[in-house]
């Protein structure tokens, strides 16, 4: 199906910028960084969505804009979360949202069949398993509260900017529509930068790695709005979630973090999970 492929997609993508998103985080502030994924991602995307054939109607546009404004948010809550919050707390709460993109879409009159509900359930399960064992004993053990709630902010506001996104995108001008969602989110990001008195103007040295990010964030978000225009669009945000599972994984293979036994079994189920959606 389309849309789990466009969702893996996303999933890699993501994977790779969250391998990035802790360390910039965690060594740099948010506001400034987060400032710069976006404006570099704008300026890749604004290309493509200038010289596509088919342009949006007023009623898509402003739910484009609606959409960035709500990324933008869920982005500034991830990078929050992941900064003080560790990997295995954070990215199985944020990779539950397609409980709720899957419900939203039984609510606007696409429900997902039981087995369906089943199969998205068991790929939330397997992510968090995965993220949920990947332990690191040097981590101390601090108050999880803060993290818990900007991880759950996060994930309720992806769910809701890629319903509204893909929602847009259903009259076919998903190319055009990803620069006014992008320019949405940066307008979102430096306004927290006022509201917060903090700059938002990365240091030069960070350049290359924003770059990087802004490029994988710019190509996730982008397929996930153009599933809008495929079958099942909610299915793309369900295979999207695995990206949590992605950055374990891509941190056992190129950080040599091991993986026991039982989480490669868990990443065979949770890839079994997405392939049964698709047939």
């Not at 484009?64 to 990078?79: I, K, R, S, T, W």
């Amino acid at each position: 199906m389309l849309s789990l492929g466009l969702g893996i997609v996303a999933a890699f993508a993501w994977g790779f910028h969250d391998l990035c998103v802790r360390h910039v985080s965690q060594n740099t502030g948010i506001i400034a960084p987060l400032t710069g994924v976006m404006a570099f991602g704008t300026l890749m995307v604004a290309p493509f969505s200038l010289t596509t054939a088919v342009q949006p109607d007023g009623a898509s546009l402003s739910l484009a804009l609606m959409a960035g404004v709500l990324y933008g948010l869920a982005g500034y809550a991830l990078y929050r979360a992941f900064s003080i919050g560790p990997v295995r707390l954070v990215a199985p709460i944020i990779g539950a949202y397609p409980v709720l993109s899957v419900a939203w879409a039984g609510i606007a009159g696409q429900p997902a069949s039981l087995d369906q509900w089943l199969a998205v359930l068991i790929i939330v399960a397997g992510v968090g398993f995965v993220v949920g064992r990947s332990d690191d004993p040097k981590d101390p053990q601090t108050p999880r509260s803060p993290a818990v709630l900007w991880s759950l902010a996060a994930a309720m506001g992806f769910a809701a900017a890629f319903a509204t996104g893909q929602a847009a995108a259903a009259d076919g001008a998903e190319v055009a529509l990803l620069l006014p969602t992008r320019i949405a989110a940066l307008i979102t990001i430096l306004g927290l930068a006022l509201a917060l008195r903090q700059s938002p103007i990365p240091a030069v040295k960070l350049a290359p790695i924003l770059l990087l990010m802004g490029a994988l964030d710019a190509l996730a978000l982008g397929v996930i709005i153009l599933a809008g225009g495929a079958p099942n669009p909610e299915f793309a945000s369900v295979a999207a979630s695995a990206f949590g599972l992605i950055t374990v994984v891509l941190a056992a293979l190129f950080l040599r973090e091991g993986m026991r036994r039982d989480q490669w079994s868990a990443v065979v189920v949770v890839f079994g999970a997405i392939a049964y959606l698709g047939g």
